[in-house]
């Protein structure tokens, strides 16, 4: 079965749901439409009795440039959550999918895009991609996707990547856990042995491992979700910062954006 949606792709073929984000002119950003029909095709998956594994993808540079600022200020200063709560929604969905959840990176990742990465059960990257936590460049905080990515990374390299905005590679997002191979072969052959070997294992034992997962720390996930959720609610509240993410969005430099002057200190080695 094939569905054509405006931003999203969707097909299912010999037991495998694919699932393309499909906007590359807008770096595969998230709005509220392209947030819905991601949500639909996950589902679609998910009851489909012949989906055995679920892919995620994207076409273009860029796999996802994260939150569509516009669609969230599209009412003007006054910040629109449905977004954001459909953004959620989707991640629970693919972390708590039956199915296991593969996520091809040929694209660089930015914000919430990481979050789709994280929340997933695999993931495949080239070694060339950059990943990077540009939320607080823009006045944001990684709310949503923070309890996500706690689930791969440390609590200090979450607070690295989120302060120092700086992009990792494919090999550092390797070693650090956020990517659990490097497609060396090529993206297609590298895809094609994991998902043997998936079918290669029975679909019950998977369903029932991530459950069994899930106890653990699938209960905690969601109360901090609803915690992320009150806290960027809140973040969000404060005129001055919707101003300046809203200032952002039309392209213009936020208020706090300075040229730092080096000093001429030199530091031990």
Not at 2 to 7: C, D, G
Not at 166 to 181: F, P, S, Y
Not at 193 to 208: C, G, T, V
């Amino acid at each position: 079965m094939e569905l054509k949606l405006k931003a999203i792709e969707y097909q299912i073929d010999s037991g495998v749901a694919h699932i393309t984000l499909s906007a590359p002119e807008t770096g595969n950003a998230l709005n509220g439409e392209m947030l819905g029909q991601f949500y639909q095709a996950l589902q679609n998956a998910i009851a489909n009795p012949t989906c055995r594994v679920i892919v995620i993808s994207s076409i273009g540079a860029d796999f996802c440039t994260g939150m569509d600022f516009n669609a969230i200020f599209a009412n003007g200063s006054r910040p629109d959550l449905a977004p954001l709560h459909a953004f959620r929604d989707c991640l629970l969905l693919i972390y708590s999918s039956p199915r296991p959840v593969i996520t091809c990176v040929t694209g660089n990742v930015t914000g919430g895009g990481v979050g789709i990465v994280a929340a997933s059960d695999i993931v495949l990257a080239e070694e060339n991609v950059l990943f990077m936590l540009s939320e607080v460049l823009v006045g944001m905080i990684p709310a949503v996707i923070t309890p996500f990515l706690l689930c791969r990374l440390s609590s200090s390299q979450v607070k690295y990547l989120t302060l120092s905005s700086r992009g990792i590679d494919g090999n550092e997002a390797k070693n650090w856990g956020l990517v659990d191979e490097i497609a060396s072969d090529g993206m297609n052959d590298t895809l094609n042995r994991q998902i043997q070997r998936l079918f290669y294992s029975s679909p019950e034992a998977i369903a029932e491992s991530k459950q069994y997962f899930d106890t653990f720390i699938g209960q905690d996930l969601r109360h901090q979700t609803e915690f992320a959720m009150q806290r960027l609610q809140k973040w969000l509240e404060q005129p001055q910062i919707t101003t300046a993410i809203h200032q952002f969005s039309e392209g213009y430099s936020p208020p706090w954006f300075q040229k730092y002057r080096r000093n001429s200190t030199n530091y031990p080695k």
